[in-house]
């Protein structure tokens, strides 16, 4: 196989998954482990992609953010395994706080829990929420287009008026090196409070958010679990991730 088919192929494979492995590559890609070395070497060298941690991912903008109605198709079953998952660390007379985002939507047809009050900055998030009977609080605050999220001072000072049980938290990048990241510095200092106030912290993420980073770091808190899909229990990244993070995953 010519060079080019080959770098056209690896590039290919890497925008289905965000992040193979070197093995994963050779299997896709039918060559041998020093071939592929090499490709992803010169890939790296004219900035297509970045080599981390045994494998190779795409590289990307770090503040450009997909809208959400885009969002909201990608991975769909996937986020509909976790959100039901997530759904089910909600108990009886919870007082939550559910972030913006495509995987925290998907939580909530899976509710169970009665007597639950929920506090959220997802505009998208109300009319679902209602629809369940869901006592339901919104941030006020400038509202960003793209996600649908109230951000801003307003939003910060309406959210530092609660206490929760548990916070449920989308995230746009998970990376062993950077952490936790999203594009947006204001919609990262709705995630960080809402982190600080919860007893219980959740980030719940697909598999298309490990090895990604962008803009603005989100700290870790104590004890935040990461709640996932079964798919990511089957890929080489859990084995990276586990030893730094706690990830619980879903089953089909």
Not at 54 to 78: C, F, H, I, M, Y
């Amino acid at each position: 196989m010519i060079t080019e088919k080959r770098h056209e192929l690896i590039l290919r494979e890497l925008s289905k998954r965000e992040f193979l492995s070197l093995q994963e590559l050779v299997e896709r890609i039918g060559c041998s482990t020093s071939t592929i070395r090499r490709d992803l070497s010169k890939l790296q060298a004219i900035g297509k992609l970045t080599r981390v941690h045994g494998g190779a991912k795409l590289n990307q903008s770090v503040v450009l953010e997909p809208n959400l109605t885009d969002k909201r198709r990608q991975n769909l079953e996937e986020k509909q395994e976790i959100g039901r998952f997530a759904a089910t660390f909600i108990q009886d007379n919870d007082c939550v706080f559910l972030d913006a985002g495509s995987t925290t939507l998907e939580m909530i047809p899976y509710i169970e829990a009665s007597d639950i009050t929920v506090v959220t900055n997802g505009l998208t998030h109300i009319e679902e929420l209602l629809k369940h009977g869901i006592k339901t609080l919104t941030l006020g605050g400038e509202v960003k287009p793209t996600t649908f999220a109230t951000v801003g001072p307003n939003a910060l000072a309406s959210l530092q008026r609660y206490r929760f049980d548990k916070a449920f938290i989308g995230m746009n990048g998970i990376d062993l090196k950077y952490g936790l990241t999203t594009p947006d510095e204001q919609e990262g200092l709705i995630k960080r409070e809402a982190m600080n106030y919860a007893l219980n912290t959740f980030i719940v993420a697909d598999t298309s958010k490990f090895h990604k980073v962008y803009f603005a770091h989100v700290p870790m808190v104590n004890e935040a679990t990461i709640l996932t899909s079964h798919a990511v229990l089957q890929l080489e990244t859990y084995e990276m991730f586990s030893q730094h993070y706690r990830i619980l995953g879903g089953t089909r």
